[in-house]
């Protein structure tokens, strides 16, 4: 398993009153988690700070390219002095949840970091569940709240009883013997009283 190296580097006087209500405010203010948030952003602004004393004595060119970048997060950078002058506000002031709060879609700034959380800000209908996004100014237009398909339950269609149904019923045919003895018997009458008559 490889380590990852910390981003972060810890206060050398760890009982400092002054910084502690100063670091206590910026969580209340801005819906930090702990206090290692607000270190990695001095990191992060030590970085852009080095960077710059770096690109001090290069071209032009070279010093635009770190320029448009801290441009695109919606930072006011002209000279590598404005770079020099950077402070943890102002990269907290582009964080995802801040951002979130400023727009209007969340009550709270821990409102706005709980719905990141919960995978309920969109970007470009994207899904960024990181509170630490610092968001370009390019896309400050497009975060929205992801919304709820509403499924219709369908009730469940009653089906009708079956009317029974009465077969027909079969006429009975009498059988043909039956139905040529009977004329034969009324013969057998008839004979016997013409013989009557005649006696």
Wanted: glycine share 2%.
């Amino acid at each position: 398993m490889i380590r990852k190296k910390k981003l972060f580097v810890r206060p050398k006087k760890a009982f400092e009153s002054s910084r502690i209500q100063e670091e206590n405010s910026l969580v209340l203010e801005y819906g930090l988690k702990n206090k290692r948030e607000i270190w990695r952003t001095l990191a992060k602004v030590n970085y852009y700070r080095k960077r710059a004393m770096e690109l001090a004595r290069a071209s032009i060119e070279e010093q635009e390219v770190l320029f448009n970048k801290l441009r695109s997060l919606g930072l006011k950078i002209e000279t590598a002095a404005d770079v020099l002058d950077l402070k943890p506000v102002d990269l907290l002031e582009r964080r995802l949840p801040t951002i979130v709060f400023k727009k209007g879609l969340a009550n709270t700034v821990r409102q706005a970091r709980q719905a990141i959380v919960h995978k309920k800000i969109l970007i470009k209908n994207r899904v960024v569940n990181s509170p630490s996004y610092l968001v370009p100014v390019a896309f400050e237009d497009l975060i929205t709240l992801k919304q709820k398909k509403k499924v219709k339950k369908e009730k469940p269609v009653e089906e009708a009883p079956a009317e029974k149904t009465e077969a027909p019923a079969e006429k009975t045919e009498a059988p043909a013997e039956a139905v040529e003895e009977a004329p034969k018997e009324e013969k057998v009458e008839e004979k016997s009283d013409n013989e009557g008559e005649t006696k």
